[in-house]
C-alpha cells in the first residue's frame, strides 16, 4: 500500500512542477531559453537522464551474468567519459550559443553548412532514439510488475501517463528540474541496495561467498571483450548524446557549465558503482536456487533484491530511484526525438512554419511517439543492456564524431559529415548481423566513421554554405 500512495504523491509533484513550469515559447520549451542558472540542477539532471531504467534494472541485474568484469569496465568507463565530457562542456555549449542552435541536428547543420547532414541525423535518431525507448519502457514495465505486484501491461500505462504530464506540460524546464529530484532518488536507491546487499552477506565477509569465476577479470562468464565493448559504447553516450547534450545548451552561461562538471561525475561515480555492483553481490546473499530463474532473466533481478531484503515500506524508496531512472530519460529522449522530427525535419521541409506552430506538434509528437514507443515494448526478448547498448551506441557514434571533430579540427567539410553519418551507419548495422560479436559494433563504427569523416573532408572543399558564428556577447 506505501508503494501506491508514494507514487501517488510522486505523480502530484511532478505534474505541480510541470504546471509551474510551463512553457509557452519554442525556444523555452526546448532548451528554455537558456536560463538555468544552477550547476547541480544541469549536473544531476544530466546524469538521471543518461542512467535510464536500462541501467537501474539491466545494468544492476547484468553482473549476475557478466561478474566482476562489468562492474570494473562500466564504472571506470562511466566516469572516465563523464569526466571528459564535463572538460568539453564549455565548448559544446558555447558552440551552441554563436550558432543560435536549439537542437544537435541543427548545430551540427550550420558548424557544415550541411542541411541533408541535419535531415540524415534527424532519421538516424529517430529510429534508434524509439528502439532506446522500447528499452526503457521494458524495464518500467518489469519495474511495476515487480514492486507493485500488477501485469506488465498496466506497468506501460502507468509509465507512459506519467512521463507523458511533464513532457506535455513543461518540456525542457520541467524535465530538468524533475531529473534533478529524479537523479537525488536514484543515487540514494543505489546506495540502498549496495549498503542492504553487503548488510545481509556479512559486510566484506560477502566475498568469500561469491564463486571465483563471478570475481575472476579473465572473463569466465561472458568474455571480457564483449563486456568491455558493451561498457565502451553505452559510455561513449556520456560524450554525445542528444538528449544530454541539449542540457549543456540550457546553461545561462560557461559558469554554470564549468561547475555543472563537479555535480554530474560525482553522481556518476557514485551511482554507476552502486548499481554495476548489485549482481555480483547477489551471489553473496541468495542461493543458486533462488538466483537461478534471474541467470536467464537478469533484468528482474532488482525488484526481487529489493522486496527480498528490505524492510516492509522501504522498497518504495527502489520503487521511486527506478522510476525516477526511467522517466527522467524517457523524457528528454522523447523531446529530441520530437524535435528531430518536428524542428529539424519539418522546418526544412517548410522553413515559414511558425514558432507556435512547430510548438504545438512537438508536444502532439511527442506523445505520439511515447504512444507508439509503449506498444512496441509490449513483447520484447531482448535483455536490456544489450539493447541498449547497440541503439545508444550508434547515436553517440553518428554524433560524437562530428561533433568533436567539429569543435577541434576546422578542416571538417559537409561531404565528409554526411560521409561520416553514412559510414558510422552502415558498419555498425552490418557488424551487428554479420561479423564477429566479440568486437562490439560501435567500436566498429567509430573508427570506420572516423575515417570516412576525415577522409573526405582532406578531399573536399568546405560548403559556402556555412554560418559564421554569431557574436557571444558580454557575459555577465
Known sequence: MLNQILLVAYVAVIVILSIKLRQGTFSGFVISDRNIMYPAVIGIAFTAAYFSAASFLGGGGYGLIAGFPWVIWATFMHVAF????????PRIWAMAKSYDAKTVPQLLERRYGSPSGRILLAMIMLV??????????????????????????????????????????GGLPAILWISFIQGIIMVGGAILLYA???????????????????????????????????????????????????????????????????YGPLAISIYAFCIFSIGILAYGVFSPEEL???????????????????????????????????????????????????????????????????????????????????????????????????????????????????????????????????ATFASIVLWHFYANSMIHPVMIGLVVGTVAYVGVSMFTQPSTLLQSPQPEGRQK
Open 82 to 89: 563523464a569526466c571528459i565530457a564535463w572538460l568539453i562542456a
Open 128 to 169: 534508434m532514439y524509439t528502439v532506446y525507448l522500447i528499452a526503457i519502457f521494458k524495464g518500467c514495465a518489469h519495474l511495476f510488475e515487480g514492486l507493485l505486484g500488477i501485469p506488465y501491461v498496466q506497468g506501460l500505462l502507468i509509465a507512459v501517463v506519467i512521463v507523458t504530464i511533464y513532457y506535455a506540460i
Open 196 to 262: 542492504t546487499l553487503l548488510y545481509n552477506g556479512g559486510g566484506t565477509e560477502i566475498w568469500a561467498n561469491i564463486p571465483a569465476a563471478v570475481t575472476s577479470m579473465s572473463g569466465d562468464l561472458v568474455p571480457w571483450q564483449k563486456t568491455v565493448g558493451t561498457a565502451f559504447s553505452i559510455s561513449l553516450g556520456l560524450l554525445a548524446l542528444p538528449d544530454l547534450l541539449i542540457m549543456i545548451f540550457s546553461a545561462k552561461d560557461k559558469r554554470v557549465v564549468r561547475f555543472a562538471g563537479i
Open 292 to 422: 537461478a530463474p534471474f541467470i536467464k532473466s537478469p533484468d528482474t533481478l532488482i525488484p526481487f533484491v529489493a522486496t527480498s531484503l528490505l524492510p516492509p515500506g522501504f522498497d518504495a524508496i527502489i520503487l521511486l530511484a527506478a522510476i525516477s531512472a526511467a522517466m527522467s530519460t524517457i523524457s528528454a529522449i522523447v523531446l529530441v526525438t520530437t524535435t528531430a522530427l518536428t524542428a529539424d525535419t519539418l522546418r526544412f521541409l517548410r522553413p515559414e512554419i511558425p514558432d507556435d506552430r512547430v510548438l504545438i506538434l512537438t508536444r502532439v509528437v511527442g506523445v505520439l511517439i511515447i504512444a507508439i514507443s509503449a506498444l512496441m515494448a509490449r513483447n520484447v526478448p531482448e535483455l536490456i543492456v544489450p539493447l541498449v547498448s547497440l541503439s545508444m551506441g550508434v547515436i553517440a557514434c553518428c554524433v560524437f564524431i562530428p561533433l568533436i571533430f567539429g569543435l577541434y579540427w576546422d578542416r571538417g567539410t559537409s561531404k565528409g559529415f554526411v560521409s561520416g553519418l553514412v
